[in-house]
């Protein structure tokens, strides 16, 4: 029995995880809706603010919170489209960040959380959950990832490029917590949701794609 549950696990592996981050994501979506304290928010703002918060540190929160801006993402987009020979991978880039774009707009629009103000580091419009910034980086970089692993032959190549765009989605939504322009479950909403949504656009275009 324990070893029929294992063998199904791993042949849903990326429906498991879907269903995971969706029930998460609903969850904090549902607490913001309520209006209810997060003391998570709380907590994750205390410690990126005592063992983080510098003036050697926010220079570099600041250039690196541009890494997930749109201005970024969509000059990144346009020169990859126009770089990747092969056009059906082109189109399923732009496709991706408009998908996810739309669906972060649309979400912001129904929540209508607040941006935190007490601790403002930079200026910033609009609503705050799910975070931008981390919702549409983790989906650009998260399919990067995908094609990363499906197209590069070299392992040392595969992997040194898998590891660098990881630690950058990471950074990226640490750095919209250190500048005080999201709260902890924002970024975390967005990584969430942008893992689910992940897990079926990969599914769905995959055959579209070229072989490897």
Sequence with gaps: MKEDWKEFIKKNLKWVVLFICLVGFLALAEDVFNKEIMYGDIIGYKLI???????????????????????FLSIATVMLFLFIK?????????????????????LKRILQRPRPTEFRIVEETGY???SGHSMVSMAFYGYLIYLIYRYIKNKYVKWTLITILSILICLIGISRIYLGVHYTSDVLGGFLLSISYLVIYISSIKKLLPEE
Excluded at 88 to 103: P, Q
């Design 49 to 71: 603010s005592t063992f983080l918060i510098s003036d050697f540190v926010t220079p570099i929160a600041k250039f690196i919170t541009n890494f997930g801006g749109a201005i």
């Design 86 to 106: 092969n056009k059906k991978i082109g189109l399923s880039i732009i496709s991706n960040i408009v998908i996810i774009a739309v669906l972060n707009q649309l």
């Design 128 to 130: 705050s959950f799910p």
